[in-house]
C-alpha cells in the first residue's frame, strides 16, 4: 500500500509552500494521501501567519487526497506530532512523517513506501528515516543504524507502538544496562544528556524519547546514503533552531536502491555518523542548539 503522509505544520507560510511544492513532485504524490495537522497560535499576533499556512494546506493540490485537521487550541509540536502519528498509525498501519520546513527529493516518496513494503514484517526495523549527514565518506547506498531519527521519517504501527514518553525511564535503562556511551555515539553527541534536560524541563524533544525507545529495543532505522530530505529550517525562523549550515546536504537526484542492503548496523554508517558530530567545528559551544532539539 502507499503509505499516508502526515505533514505538520504552524505559522511559517514560506516554508510550508516550499515543502507542499517539493512533495507534489514527487512520483507517488498522486497516489498518497496527505494529512495535515495544524497546530493553533500560541497568541494573537501568531493568527495571521496560522491562518495563511492553513489557507496553504487547505489549497494543496496533486495528492490522492488532501485532510487538514485545524488545532482549536495550541498543542505545541511534541504533542501535535505524538497524537497525530498515533492515529494515523492506529487506521493505517503506517506513516510517512514530515515537519513544515522539509524540502524532499523527488525519489523521497518511493525510498520510502519501497522500504515501508520491503520490511513491514521485519521486526529488526522500527523505522525509515530520509536524511542523510553530510559526510565526505564513501558510504553505502543505505545502511542500518540503531535507534531512530526525526527528519523525514516513516514507521509502522508495530514501530511506534514502541515509543515511550517517559524519559526518566528511558533514561534509568540506558543506564541501567550501561548503554549511554553507545547511545551517545561513542560519546560524538550528547543524546542522554537531552534526556536529562527534558527531565529538568530544559527541553520537551520527542525525537530524543524517539530515539531511546527504538534503541534500547535492540531495533534499527535505514538511512539514505543520499540525503532525501534538506531541511530548510534552520535559518532562526523556528522556535526550536538556530541558524546554521552544518546539516545542509544536497538532495539525491537519482534513487537509492534497496536491493542488496543487509539488515545489520553498519560499522560504515556508524564510523561517518559519528565522525560528522565530531567534526561540525563549534560543536561544544552550541549544545544548546542541535538536531533533536528541532524536535521538541
Known amino acids: 500500500m502507499i503509505a499516508p503522509i502526515v505533514l505538520f505544520v504552524f505559522a511559517r507560510p514560506e516554508h510550508t ?3 507542499l511544492e517539493a512533495l ?8 498518497s494521501d496527505l ?9 494573537p499576533t501568531e493568527e495571521a501567519l496560522v491562518n495563511e499556512v492553513r489557507a496553504l494546506v487547505h489549497g494543496a493540490q496533486g495528492f490522492r487526497t488532501v485532510s487538514v485537521i485545524e488545532r482549536e487550541i495550541n498543542y505545541g ?37 519501497e522500504a515501508l513494503d520491503r520490511y513491514a514484517d521485519d521486526h529488526r526495523v522500527a523505522s525509515i528515516h530520509g536524511w542523510c549527514f553530510p559526510t565526505e565518506r564513501c558510504l553505502p547506498e543505505a545502511f542500518f543504524l540503531p535507534g531512530a531519527e526525526c527528519w523525514g521519517w516513516a514507521t ?18 540506558l543506564k541501567r544496562r550501561q548503554m549511554t556511551r553507545a547511545f551517545d555515539l561513542n ?8 534526556l536529562e534536560d527534558q527531565i529538568q524541563g530544559r527541553n520537551d524533544s520527542w525525537a530524543a524519547r524517539w530515539r531511546a525507545s527504538v534503541f534500547l529495543e535492540g531495533k534499527l532505522s535505514l538511512h539514505p546514503g543520499r540525503t532525501l530530505v534538506y531541511n530548510i ?13 552544518d546539516f545542509d546536504s544536497p ?7 534497496l536491493s542488496q542492503v543487509t539488515v545489520e548496523p553498519s560499522e560504515v554508517g556508524l564510523i561517518a555518523y559519528e565522525g560528522f558530530f565530531r567534526q561540525t567545528s563549534t560543536f561544544w559551544n552550541r549544545l544548546r542548539w542541535k538536531v533533536f532539539r528541532n524536535a521538541e
Open 17 to 19: 509552500r516550499r515543502t
Open 24 to 31: 507534489v513532485v514527487n512520483r507517488l504524490a498522486d497516489q
Open 35 to 43: 494529512i495535515v495537522y495544524a497546530d493553533a497560535a500560541h497568541s
Open 77 to 113: 509540536l511534541v504533542r501535535n506530532i505524538i497524537e497525530g502519528v498515533t492515529a494515523v498509525c492506529r487506521k493505517y498501519g503506517r506513516v510517512i512523517v514530515l515537519e513544515d520546513d522539509m524540502v524532499t527529493s523527488s525519489y523521497f516518496l518511493t525510498y520510502m513506501n
Open 156 to 173: 509502522w504501527r508495530r514501530g511506534w507502538a514502541l515509543f515511550k514518553s517517559d524519559s526518566e525511564y528511558l533514561l534509568s535503562e
Open 187 to 194: 560519546g560524538a553527541y550528547p543524546f542522554t544528556r537531552m
Open 233 to 245: 529550517g534552520n535559518d532562526a525562523s523556528g522556535m526550536h533552531c538556530r541558524k546554521t549550515s
Open 251 to 257: 538532495l539525491s537526484n537519482t534513487p537509492i536502491d
